[in-house]
RNA sequence: GGUCAGGUAGCCAAGUGGUUGAAGGCAUCAGACUGCAAAUCUGAUUUUCGUCGUGGGUUCAAAUCCCACUCUGACCUCCA
């Protein structure tokens, strides 16, 4: 089976082939740090660490590189606004999307390059792109000469002439840069320093690095000139990944990547959800709201689509993507609940790893994953075998024992949590049953329960149902079987 | 206006010519179970003509290929 992916560049699925076989390099643009990250982030890093997962699973040894936009006017405006400096918020918003990212379970990056930390490699890509002609001063600016590079457009499909036409019809809005370019899609390399904002020496006088120039650099740093995929939302497609490419392959001479991917956006009411909307929803919002979903179902809300379909965000679908990974996390408990009674050693999940010889299901999961991480043909797979336990676990627990074999059992819980942690889902045991909500303690719980069974046996139907209510309103759901009372907190 | 991507059953979403009489999830309803519920299980909402935006066409055969139309979104400005 060969692994094929759709690639922005051609504008179709192509099968996947490194430039060093085993190997990934893997790039992905990363966030302005200036704000907390909303859900258009998260899908975005949830996509791509899917992504990246995948590819180690499939065997590839993937170096991931991710970048921090530190130097923009947005965070120069925050930092006004607080009174504080660029290099404050910048720090404050990286450390807070450190935070949010463990939360949804994202992978750290190899590496994290900074534009601050990057000023020589983005001064040195000016330097050459001027010594090529690709560049040209205007008064303490560094402009790139679009029309110079004859394959500019070829990622998003544009030509200049078309691009022209249409922004004619558009509304100009006033542009002090306009004035210095020599053609409107020109773009900006180096900018020129404004009194009381951050600087840089450079050649061309004090300033700071162009957005475009900062990705460009750090992917040559860190990755080489040709990487084998590029990676971001489906809005950098245009103008920031063609000006990447502008920047770098002028330069080089080489392709900059390989293969192009981008992710769609999150909508909301049919919309983008964006800054300058207002529509947005922060992770740390959504996810410390009162009945907020867990991390793994908005994991599973994002994967349940296609990467590169928008998908539209509502409380209505984050409560049908929470109650689809309830049903997902009990397969994924199957073995901490009833590998013991099985007499089967559960060790640690960490340690777990598929058997040499893939199973049906491992097959038909790499089938759809294979196909342009399809994770929704994929995580059929994986409810299919959760409901399968799921099932299993409800013969345990009324009937004490099943007619499947254990070892079957073990392997297929096995099979579930590998593969759902190809897809960055996972459970954490431990938490599952030692929380210590809302002050009833474990011991509290039992006591009640207990209390409820006196009631009902005595026909206290009033009483027993009280204290069901009464446990419910904390947060902890009953469960009757022919054997007794299981309960579980919500 | 230009470029690109899409419109699949109550909702989300796979499927890109016959084994799909549309995977999987969610939801709702009914039955079993229960003191009543919840959870769980079974079935229905999606089985013969007419289901896959609409209308044509190609084919023995189409959601799947072709043409036209229509609607939606993204990008063309910072944006994941």
Redesign the pocket.
């Known amino acids: 089976m060969t692994l094929t992916l759709y690639n922005t560049l051609t504008?179709r699925k192509e099968t996947f082939t490194p430039l060093e076989p085993g190997k990934v390099k893997m790039y992905c643009?990363?966030?302005?740090v200036y704000d907390y990250c909303?859900?258009?982030?998260a899908?975005?890093?949830i996509v791509w660490d899917m992504v990246r997962r995948y590819l180690l699973w499939r065997g590839y040894q993937v170096r991931y590189v991710q970048n921090f936009?530190d130097i923009?006017d947005?965070i120069l405006n925050k930092a006004r606004q607080e009174g504080s400096s660029m290099e404050a918020v910048a720090e404050k918003y990286i450390q807070t999307y450190f935070e949010d990212m463990d939360r949804l379970n994202i992978m750290k990056a190899d590496e994290y390059p900074r534009a601050t930390h990057t000023l020589d490699g983005i001064k040195r890509l000016i330097h050459e792109l001027e010594h090529k002609g690709f560049a040209y001063p205007a008064a303490g600016d560094v402009y790139y000469t679009v029309g110079n590079f004859s394959d500019y457009g070829k990622l998003?499909?544009?030509n200049l002439a078309?691009?022209q036409?249409?922004?004619s019809?558009?509304v100009e809005?006033e542009d002090p840069e306009a004035a210095k370019k020599k053609h409107?899609?020109d773009?900006a390399l180096w900018k020129a320093a404004k009194p009381g904002e951050p600087a840089w020496e450079s050649p061309w006088g004090a300033g700071r690095p162009g957005?475009h120039i900062e990705c460009s650099a750090m992917v040559r740093q860190c990755l080489g000139e040709t990487i084998d995929i590029h990676v971001?939302?489906?809005?950098?497609?245009?103008?920031?990944h063609e000006n990447e490419i502008a920047q770098s392959e002028a330069v080089t001479g080489k392709s900059l990547a390989s293969y192009w991917l981008h992710?769609?956006?999150?909508?909301v009411d049919?919309?983008?959800?964006?800054?300058?909307l207002g529509n947005?929803t922060t992770i740390r919002q959504l996810l410390d709201a009162p009945n907020a979903p867990e991390p793994m179902a908005v994991r599973l809300f994002v994967m349940?689509?296609?990467y590169?379909?928008?998908?539209?965000f509502t409380a209505?679908?984050m409560?049908?993507?929470q109650?689809?990974w309830?049903?997902l996390k009990?397969g994924l408990l199957f073995g901490y609940e009833y590998g013991k009674q099985l007499g089967w050693d559960v060790g640690q999940a960490s340690c777990l790893s598929s058997s040499p010889v893939p199973s049906p299901q491992e097959q038909r999961f790499q089938e759809?994953m294979d196909?342009?991480f399809?994770s929704?043909?994929a995580?059929?797979v994986l409810?299919?075998i959760a409901?399968e336990l799921?099932?299993e676990g409800?013969i345990l627990v009324h009937e004490g024992k099943t007619k499947t074999p254990p070892t079957q059992l073990e392997a297929q819980w096995k099979t579930l949590v590998s593969l759902a942690n190809v897809l960055g889902l996972s459970v954490q045991p431990e938490t599952q049953t030692n929380e210590s909500t809302d002050g009833l303690s474990d011991a509290e719980i039992d006591d009640l329960i207990q209390q409820r069974q006196a009631a009902?046996k005595a026909k206290n139907?009033?009483e027993?149902?009280r204290i069901?209510d009464q446990l419910k309103a904390a947060g902890i759901?009953?469960?009757?079987?022919?054997e007794g009372t299981r309960w579980h907190r919500n």
């Open positions: 504008r643009c990363g966030v302005t909303h859900l258009g982030h899908r975005s890093y936009t923009d947005k998003s499909g544009r078309d691009m036409a249409g922004a019809g558009r809005v409107p899609f773009f957005w971001g939302g489906a809005d950098l497609v245009f103008p920031h992710n769609g956006m999150v909508n049919g919309e983008k959800m964006s800054k300058s947005f349940q689509a296609n590169r379909k928008p998908i539209d209505e679908a409560a049908a993507a109650n689809s309830n049903t009990e759809a196909d342009d399809n929704p043909g995580l059929a409810f299919e409901k799921g099932k409800n009902r139907f009033a027993g149902d069901r759901t009953l469960i009757d079987t022919p």
